[in-house]
């Protein structure tokens, strides 16, 4: 019965590897988002998806790629893997981008070593 | 940047007492939401206030807003050990874009 699902919940790996996250939501919701949280709690937008077609894509890096095959699921894909990508990943979605609240999946604790 | 900023950064209260914590944004806004995020898990939508509104109750929650000072509060009354979460504001800066604030970490006492 989960709303929004992330696999996996814990990923450790090197430097320079290329790692993936994937979402998927059950909601029929229209918009999903990735954001990042840092060890300071701070937690910033990376991608919105409306559609599967990318809204907002806020000064992210191009190592990291988002993928949307459908509306029920938004992958993120993350090459040569920088230790400065420790962090939290969250997956949300929401019906609409405007005056709608968000839901969060658990999270994606990401540990590059 | 961040368009939120909570107050205080943390919280220490006794079961039972109300918890208050603040928040202050930079631009003008639609709406502003509140999310709690118990440690390790997710973040939860607690309230959504929009700006032509000025208080709103949600069970033990109360929100006010004042958008001539830009600034919000979120009131926790007669807290619970599961209260114990950290709080966050959000605003909309765009369309599909939420500003999350660095959040205030409550910690209810038994």
């Known amino acids: 019965d989960t709303a929004v699902s992330q696999t996996p919940k814990y990923l450790v790996t090197q430097m320079g590897n290329d790692k993936s996250i994937k979402c998927e939501q059950n909601?029929?919701?229209?918009?999903m988002y990735w954001y990042k949280q840092d060890s300071k709690k701070f937690l910033k937008i990376m991608f919105s998806?409306?559609?599967?077609?990318?809204?907002i894509n806020e000064t992210v890096p191009n190592r990291f790629s988002p993928k949307s095959p459908d509306k029920a699921h938004l992958n993120l894909h993350i090459n040569s893997l920088e230790l400065g990508d420790s962090a939290v990943y969250f997956c949300?979605?929401?019906?609409?981008?405007?005056?709608?609240?968000?839901?969060f999946g658990p999270g994606t604790r990401l540990t590059v070593t | 940047s961040q368009q939120g900023e909570e107050d205080p950064q943390a919280l220490s209260i006794q079961e039972g007492e109300n918890a208050t914590m603040n928040c202050s944004y930079k631009?003008?806004?639609?709406?502003l939401q509140w999310y709690r995020q118990n440690s390790g898990r997710g973040l939860v939508h607690l309230i959504l206030?929009?700006?032509?509104?000025r208080e709103k109750h949600s069970g033990r929650l109360r929100v006010t807003l004042d958008t001539s000072k830009k600034s919000s509060s979120l009131l926790i009354t007669a807290s619970r050990a599961a209260d114990t979460a950290s709080y966050f504001c959000?605003?909309?800066?765009?369309?599909?874009?939420?500003?999350f604030g660095a959040g205030t970490t409550v910690t209810v006492r038994a």
């Open positions: 949300a979605s929401s019906q609409g981008g405007r005056v709608h609240e968000q839901y």
């Open positions: 909601l029929g919701h229209d918009t």
């Open positions: 998806y409306n559609n599967k077609e990318l809204i």
């Open positions: 631009t003008s806004i639609n709406n």
């Open positions: 206030i929009r700006s032509n509104e």
């Open positions: 959000a605003t909309e800066p765009n369309d599909y874009k939420l500003s």
